[in-house]
């Protein structure tokens, strides 16, 4: 079974600059989270898909960030300005959860480092 | 959200040395993770385990559900178990809350 891809793995820009991560969750899982993790912490949920609804967006930065899950399978996350602070891995993953009380375990992509200079 | 406590933040190992994890959280959970992070970032899980106990390999965890705890044993440690272990749990908001995670080094 193949696992979470992301892409691109890693990735330079400088702050005001944007830049878009993509995902793809494995095959037949309904619920898809982006995460950010700064260096030293432990990853912060930013937001998570059900099928291709939004079920909680309440710490994303929504007026930089944004996310997508067209026709509910991949998705992709976009920063539009960086800013220095937003440097950190990103992070997907996905599970099988198709409905709320019914949890699962959460399987994590390689993630994406971005460097903002 | 829940809170997630881990100890120690830094562990030091002997290779060959048992080792003890805690994880401490907030509320009632309804999922509950040990994921291992390599040094190439990658979140590996270890274990879902919201109560009781579970074994795999030389790993095995424990949550006691009524008392907020989980513990990670790391038996015959090896260089390999170098790394970051992080503790996730989720109540009823629906979203994983990590701990700050804690860093283990295997010295051969």
């Known amino acids: 079974e193949a696992g979470v891809a992301q892409s691109p793995r890693y990735k330079i820009i400088e702050k005001r600059q944007s830049v878009a991560f993509w995902c793809n969750p494995i095959?037949?899982?309904?619920?898809l989270y982006w995460y950010q993790q700064i260096l030293g912490q432990g990853p912060k949920l930013l937001i998570q898909?059900?099928?291709?609804?939004?079920?909680?967006d309440s710490q994303l930065p929504k007026d930089r960030f944004s996310a997508e899950r067209l026709k509910g399978v991949d998705s992709t996350l976009k920063i539009q300005p960086a800013k220095l602070e937003d440097s950190a891995v990103y992070l997907c993953?996905?599970?099988?959860?198709?409905?709320?009380?019914?949890?699962?375990?959460?399987?994590f992509g390689p993630g994406t480092r971005l460097t903002v200079l | 959200g829940i809170q997630v406590e881990q100890s120690p933040p830094d562990l030091i190992l002997q290779e060959g040395a048992n080792s003890t994890l805690r994880c401490n959280f907030s509320d009632s959970v309804n999922n509950l993770q040990w994921f291992h992070q390599n040094p190439w970032g990658q979140l590996i899980n270890l274990f879902y385990?919201?109560?009781g106990t579970k074994q795999n390999g030389r790993l095995s965890a424990t949550t006691v559900a009524t008392e907020r705890y989980s513990l990670l044993y790391i038996s015959s440690s090896q260089t390999t178990d170098s790394g970051v272990y992080f503790c996730a749990a989720r109540s009823n908001d629906y979203k994983l809350s990590f701990g700050a995670g804690t860093t283990v080094t295997v010295r051969a």
């Open positions: 095959s037949g899982h309904a619920t």
């Open positions: 385990i919201p109560s």
């Open positions: 993953a996905s599970s099988k959860e198709s409905g709320r009380g019914r949890w699962d375990t959460q399987y």
């Open positions: 898909f059900q099928n291709n609804g939004v079920v909680d």
